[in-house]
């Protein structure tokens, strides 16, 4: 991340604090792939770029030529040393870059990280990318020791920079949008707030047809969306060569550009009528199950109206995982600042050490056919951590994992507790404790810590077993060829897909083992092992029911996004400034469509956080009532703490 010269020290700190830009002697030297081994040239810590293009090398070609205030203007670009040592070598100036202490040629360069690039009319008011490389003080082409020096070569150089700095402009104006709308995006995160807040309190009172209404305005927006992108289709021209979706620049170009192409409006069509039909089955097949899900969903929601701080709760656990994130990135960056150098090869020779290879520049020596004007050198490269250092990243990985699944585990035993109070509770409103969710909290602190750190154990090893897998498959995509190859992505493609399925199956496990510690205060494998034998006994409405309400809920989560994006589509999009007062206008933005984007994706997460506690409190309830059965079943008199309706429903009978 930092500039590092050739020795390895960081520019801008140090003995070089008053030269923070790293200059590369000869830039074309970094265009082969050697370059990614550290580019094999001279590198050096200088106080401000060249401002000038210029070229030694071909000054001193030149007759009779006086080039001694270009060779001290050289300086400060060469490899520092003394003054004695100075005036020695520049009696024979071709030997200064024969001997690679001193640049050739010198590019006209703005510093970039630290880093000075040349530029090609990449940034304003400087030189169009047509121009020649030219001295400004003469008329003749730059030279260094392989020849001339063409344009083309420095701009294939730095073409991916080019391509990051064009971006530059677009990013700009996305940040200017961004702040000239920041009070409209804010007023887009509190409506996301209220039409959540609203459609869960909505639920509590006609969970019934708030689901009905959800199924029915999702296939609503999707049939207007299939019927509305048919007619576009339709009515538009063939596109023209050269105009497709996939040559639209995305830096360049604003959304008006896809808008205009038509195979645009057929990839929306088609996406479209896809998930209509996907949806239409899904709901003609579960239709049997809703009745019962509704049920459910209705039971839910009376437990988080009656703990309606439940809806703010999962702040709390994001602020957890927030300081786990901190907590890693710290102690990451200090085990990164205790890296050591490393050194390699540059310039190989035959019979000498290769090309990237690990080499000591104190003891380090250039094989004799090595010519003398190209001798092999022992470059800087990075900066490496240690093997002791790689073992603690290792860990700190692994305590990254372990602290995030903690945070969330510890935040569905908190909700789960105050739940279960809930429905374990005969009378619903005098038998649940004031503050439900800071008695569990209690409990939990209490009494369940090792629980939660058990699981989320148990979760992590299996991530870290998925994070090692992934490194071995990006180390035989480097290193291995052939028929073996394909042999070894398919077996470790197998281990993927069974260790995701097992961390997947775990985390389920673990959810429901979490609810049974909440209700009844076992330890973390006497839950696992009851709510493993709840689902066993319970597959068919366990399979069915539990992914129905999550259904039916996602659906409700996508009709409070899909309200929010409109009304923001519609605001910035200008549809409201003829109907408003000038104060009241939406701002004029460069592209429209970003705090659409950003209003859109905040709702989605808000949305998540809401129905996140409707899905726990929903996973809780269900759990209880498998519980409530098997408690009674074995009892003459049954006494069940589920509602009327629910054990209606489920055809349980009361003796």
Known sequence: VYPSNSSGEVCGRGENTDKPNLLFHDLTSCYSIESVLGCPTPQVCVEECPKETTSLWACLLIPNNKCEDLLE?????CVPMTDEQWNTEK??????????LCPTYTLASIPVIGRCVPDFGIIE?????????????????IENIDGELKADSVFQIIKYLTELLNAREFAEKVWADLISSWYWILGGLLLSMAVSFLWILLMRFIPGPMIYISMFCVMGLLGLSTAYSWIKYSSMEDSKEGEGFFDVNPITDDLSTYLAIKDTWLVFFILSVSM??????????????????VALISESSKAVSNIMSSLFFPVFPFLLQLAVVAFFCLV???????????????HECSGGPRNGERCEPSSFQADASCPVDQPAQCIFYKFSPSDTNNYLQIYNIFALFWGLFFASAFGEMILSGGFSSWYWAMDKYKDVPTFTLLASLYRTVRYHLGTIAFGSLIIAIIRMIRLVLMYIKRKVDEEMKGIWKKIAKVILCLFSCFFWCLEKFLKFINRNAYI????????????????????????ARVAVLDKVTDFLLFLGKLVVVGIVGVCSYYVFSGGLNDKVPLELESPKLNYFFVPVILITLSAYMIASCFFSVFSMAVDTVFLCVLLDIEKNKNESQKQYHMSKNLWKILNLKKE
Do not use: W
């Not at 203007?73 to 670009?77: D, F, I, V």
């Not at 020649?132 to 082409?141: E, G, N």
């Not at 990164?336 to 150098?341: G, I, L, R």
């Open 73 to 77: 203007s050289y300086r400060k670009y």
């Open 91 to 100: 009696q024979e100036p071709k030997k200064l870059m024969l001997n690679r």
């Open 516 to 539: 049974i510690t909440a209700s009844y205060g076992h330890n973390f494998c006497m839950s696992a092992k009851l709510a493993f034998k709840l689902i066993l006994n319970n597959m």
């Open 332 to 346: 990451a960056a200090f085990l990164a600042s205790t890296s050591e150098q490393q050194f390699v090869v540059a």
């Open 276 to 293: 209509l039909i996907i949806l239409a089955l899904i709901l003609l097949v579960l239709r049997s199950r809703v009745n019962l899900a």
């Open 125 to 141: 008011n400087l030189p169009s990318n047509e121009s020649s490389i030219s001295s400004s003080t003469a008329d003749y082409v």
